[in-house]
């Protein structure tokens, strides 16, 4: 069944509340703009993959904060990252883990710049992120 613009309003406001003693809207979604994003992804290999994606000819910057979960160890960064269209270069800070549970790297394939995540054991990894893009 297609959901009609009705749905998507009544959906939207559903989500949305607003806190009278602090001024502030309230969300219990998450919300994404052109520029904005969180995402998450579960693996159980040691098998890099790309977390994150974006076209390098709209956005020149990004930051990531990357937090990781395996059973009860944990493993939290902060990335920056640049490219200049063909290369990208990263750094990451703000590291707070009790055992390291993946590398971060990132690279440019087709138009896209890609966040690479090698998870360090098989065991199940959960990897939440939130990005900030900044335009070319």
């Not at 009609?4 to 809207?25: C, H, P, Q, Y």
């Not at 990781?68 to 990252?81: A, P």
Request: no cysteine; proline share 1%.
């Amino acid at each position: 069944m297609a959901k009609t613009n009705s749905f998507k309003i009544a959906e939207l406001i559903r989500g949305i509340t607003f806190d009278i003693n602090n001024d502030v809207l309230v969300t219990t979604k998450h919300i994404n703009s052109k520029s904005k994003k969180v995402g998450d992804a579960t693996k159980t290999s040691t098998t890099q993959f790309a977390l994150d994606t974006f076209a390098h000819a709209s956005y020149r910057a990004a930051r990531y904060i990357v937090a990781m979960k395996e059973g009860t160890n944990f493993h939290s960064t902060e990335v920056m990252l640049v490219h200049d269209g063909s290369v990208v270069t990263l750094t990451a800070y703000g590291t707070l883990k009790d055992t390291t549970l993946a590398t971060i790297d990132a690279d440019i394939s087709g138009s896209n710049v890609r966040l690479l995540v090698t998870p360090a054991s098989a065991n199940s990894t959960v990897i939440k992120f939130d990005r900030t893009l900044v335009d070319a």
